[in-house]
């Protein structure tokens, strides 16, 4: 039986950003509920997402050449 490793640190990396994301947004945007009220807790929901926009892109470039170079590969 053979272990693939690249793929377990790829999930694990994923399943860590996702973690670390759910954490920003619960416990984040649950304390400025908490101490600000909800409308600020909305503010603080739309800036987040505004922050994340940069984060996307970079990621979804990265994976559009790591697309590429897999193609350029095969041939």
Not at 5 to 16: D, G, H, I
Not at 33 to 62: D, H, K, Q
Request: charged share 15%.
């Amino acid at each position: 039986m053979t272990r693939d490793l690249r793929k377990y640190s790829k999930q694990t990396n994923v399943r860590l950003f996702i973690g670390a994301l759910a954490v920003l947004f619960i416990v984040g945007d649950g304390l400025i509920y908490l101490i600000y009220g909800g409308g600020a807790a909305l503010m603080g929901i739309l800036c987040l997402l505004a922050g994340m926009i940069p984060v996307v892109l970079t990621i979804l470039v990265l994976l559009l050449f790591d697309w590429i170079q897999k193609r350029a590969d095969r041939d």
